[in-house]
C-alpha cells in the first residue's frame, strides 16, 4: 500500500491550492479516505473525510466553506480543494486510508496507511 | 468537538524503561480509541486501535488499554527507535480529535 500526496507549495493569502492523493497497492474504490493536517511543530488535525463512492463527506468544521474534499474513483485519485487560504493554513497535509474494525461492542475507524505529506505554506 | 488531553506532554527515559502515556476523553467514547507513533519528518504510524488491539508488524512490546474516558498506552521495555511523539485520537464522533502528541525523549 502506498499513498502519494501532491500540490503542494507556496501560495498568497487569500489564494487557492488543489492536493492530490494517488494510491497504490489495494483497491482504492473499496475504502473511506482523509485528509490530515499538521502546522510546523504542532500535531495532528482531521480535516476531512469522504466515503468510499463518494459520500459520506465531513469537514471539521473551522474548515467548512473553504475546503473540499473529493475522490475520483475511476482515475484512483483523492483531491483537496483549498480556497481562501490562511497562514494558519500552512502545514503539511497527509492523506490517510480509513480502515474500519467491528466486534461486539464498537465499530470504528482508525488510519492504517499514511501517504509522507505535502508542505502547504500560506505566505505573502 | 471531543477534547483529548495527553500526559505527559513530554518524558525522559532510558532504554529498557517501561513508559505509560495516558489520554482523557472529553466524554465517554468507549473504545474508540486509536494511538500513532511519530518519528521527525515522518508520517504518522499506527500502533493500536480500538483501545487496545495490536496493529499487524507492531512490537508486541506496545500495549493500550482502557475504556469510557481514560485510556493508556504502555511500552513495556524502551528501544532506541521508540523515541518518538506518540498522539491518542477517537473515532467515536466526527470531527475525529487528536491528543496533543507525547513526545518521548532519551533520558
Known amino acids: 500500500v502506498q499513498l502519494v500526496e501532491s500540490g503542494g507549495g507556496l501560495v498568497k493569502p487569500g489564494g487557492s491550492l488543489r492536493l492530490s492523493c494517488e494510491p497504490s497497492?489495494?483497491?482504492?474504490?473499496?475504502?473511506?479516505m482523509s485528509w490530515i493536517r499538521q502546522a510546523p511543530g504542532k500535531g495532528l488535525e482531521w480535516v476531512a473525510h469522504i466515503g468510499s463512492s463518494g459520500s459520506p463527506i465531513y469537514y471539521a468544521e473551522s474548515l467548512k466553506g473553504r475546503f473540499t474534499i473529493s475522490r475520483d474513483n475511476a482515475r484512483n485519485s483523492l483531491y483537496l480543494q483549498m480556497n481562501t487560504l490562511r497562514a494558519d493554513d500552512t502545514a503539511v497535509y497527509y492523506c490517510?486510508?480509513?480502515?474500519?474494525?467491528?466486534?461486539?461492542?464498537?465499530?470504528?475507524?482508525?488510519?492504517?496507511?499514511w501517504g509522507q505529506g505535502t508542505l502547504v505554506t500560506v505566505s505573502s | 468537538d471531543i477534547q483529548m488531553t495527553q500526559s505527559p506532554s513530554s518524558l525522559s527515559a532510558s532504554v529498557g524503561d517501561r513508559v505509560t502515556i495516558t489520554c482523557r476523553a472529553s466524554?465517554?467514547?468507549?473504545?474508540?480509541l486509536n494511538w500513532y507513533e511519530q518519528k521527525p519528518g515522518k508520517a504518522p504510524n499506527l500502533l493500536i486501535y480500538a483501545a487496545s488491539s495490536l496493529q499487524s508488524g507492531v512490537p508486541s512490546r506496545f500495549s493500550g488499554s482502557g475504556s469510557g474516558t481514560d485510556f493508556t498506552l504502555t511500552i513495556s521495555s524502551l528501544q532506541p527507535e521508540d523515541f518518538a511523539t506518540y498522539y491518542c485520537q477517537q473515532s467515536y464522533r466526527t470531527p475525529w480529535t487528536f491528543g496533543q502528541g507525547t513526545k518521548v525523549e532519551i533520558k
Open positions: 466524554q465517554s467514547i468507549s473504545r474508540y
Open positions: 490517510a486510508r480509513e480502515r474500519y474494525y467491528h466486534d461486539t461492542s464498537v465499530y470504528l475507524r482508525y488510519f492504517d496507511y
Open positions: 497497492g489495494f483497491i482504492f474504490s473499496d475504502y473511506y
